[in-house]
């Protein structure tokens, strides 16, 4: 069996190439854009399966087939919600909710090869999927948060927060005045609770809002260097993979 991983964290494709490895799969190839995908299967032998994150650095992972016929069985690989996902429900199409559970892999590998000697061409209604996915109407994004201070509650509105980032296994809020709160979710549950319009994930470590962005600094290795106005802990820095889809949200 072949398979690719089309994902533009390396860091993500890299995890899901191990926990394959772990089920005895081989990865022959992972690729990390759009543009870079469409160049190599208009130059290569398709493989038996596609591992296809949605969004891609450059754009939705839908644009490769408008410019190419794929012959491979794909599985998306996402962290969009359950709302989104029904557009793939629809299309019968097999997804991995990110982040990707070994048991679940699994479970869609032994479907896979369970309609592999059907040979099922590919059936995608990706119009229908793409306006699923964008629908602006039907989310409602988070506007408050509350944490728990000793004996006390405290809400939080996004209003007040200047990044998310997270720390040793935790989830922190950083507020505009300079102090930070402990919350019960992770950066892959707030990317998807919050208006992307709004705050945008920068990194494997920080959420950041469009309003709290104070500099942007060209940094090494074709990245960037975000400065915020009180938050000085770490160095928030646009990952190289996300630099051109950070440009065309600050756009």
């Given amino acids: 069996m072949t398979i690719i991983i089309i994902e533009d964290e390396k860091p993500a494709a890299r995890l899901l190439q191990r926990k394959l490895e772990k089920l005895n799969l081989e990865v022959g190839v992972m690729l990390h854009s759009v543009e870079e995908s469409i ?41 969009y919600d359950e709302y989104a996902l029904r557009a793939f429900k629809l299309n019968s199409i097999d997804y991995l909710l ?18 592999l000697p059907k040979k099922e061409k590919l059936q ?51 507020t505009f005045d300079n102090r930070n709160y402990l919350v019960e979710t992770t950066l892959e ?28 600094i060209v940094y090494s290795n074709s990245r960037l260097k975000v400065i915020l106005p009180s938050y000085t802990t770490d160095e928030v820095v646009v990952s190289r993979e996300k630099v051109s889809d950070f440009k065309n949200w600050i756009a």
């Fill in 39 to 79: 160049e190599w299967f208009s130059n290569n032998e398709h493989p038996d399966l596609i591992f296809l994150d949605i969004q891609l650095s450059d754009g939705l992972s839908f644009e490769i087939f408008e410019k190419i016929e794929i012959k491979s069985a794909i599985i998306f690989t996402t962290a």
């Fill in 98 to 115: 990110k982040p990707i559970d070994e048991d679940d892999l699994e479970i869609a590998i032994a479907k896979f090869k369970d309609r």
């Fill in 124 to 174: 995608i209604d990706f119009e229908e999927i793409k306006k699923m996915l964008s629908n602006p109407f039907e989310k409602n994004y988070k506007k408050r948060f509350t944490v728990k201070i000793g004996q006390h509650l405290k809400v939080i509105s996004t209003d007040e927060i200047e990044c998310f980032y997270s720390e040793n296994k935790g989830t922190y809020i950083h």
């Fill in 189 to 216: 549950v707030l990317e998807q609770e919050l208006d992307r319009s709004a705050f945008y994930r920068v990194s494997r470590k920080f959420i950041i809002p469009m309003k709290a962005i104070k500099e942007i």
